[in-house]
């Protein structure tokens, strides 16, 4: 069993930066790729960024220039710094993560809000 815990959500001012967190637990032996992604109120859920393990990332076209993702591989843990916000970043951030145990699987956290305010 996997978990998957994210922090660092909250409320901040149009122009505020935030720094979310996300800590992978259980019985690990690897992790592949990890991401972040978003859920607006009736809206889809979209992929915010993402990262591999040996630290290639892509981005949203949307968040490309304020938005980094990281990683700590010891840690097992991943990262999103969110700069320069805006409103339209409102939304529940989930990650995610391939994470090999005696298998590969696909396993989410439960979402962290982010809330911007113009």
């Known amino acids: 069993q996997v978990q998957l815990v994210e922090s660092g959500g909250g409320l901040v001012q149009a122009g505020g930066s935030l720094r979310l967190s996300c800590a992978a637990s259980?019985?690990?032996?690897?992790?592949?790729?990890m991401r972040w992604y978003r859920q607006a109120p009736g809206k889809q859920r979209d992929l915010v960024a993402a990262?591999?393990?040996?630290?290639?990332?892509n981005y949203a076209d949307s968040v490309k220039g304020r938005f980094a993702i990281s990683r700590d591989n010891a840690k097992n843990m991943v990262y999103l710094q969110m700069n320069s916000l805006k409103p339209e970043d409102t939304a529940v951030y989930y990650c995610?993560?391939?994470?090999?145990?005696?298998?590969?699987?696909?396993?989410w956290g439960q979402g962290t809000q982010v809330t911007v305010s113009s």
């Open positions: 995610n993560a391939d994470v090999y145990t005696y298998y590969m699987g696909l396993w």
């Open positions: 990262i591999t393990s040996g630290g290639t990332t």
């Open positions: 259980g019985n690990i032996v690897s992790i592949n790729a």
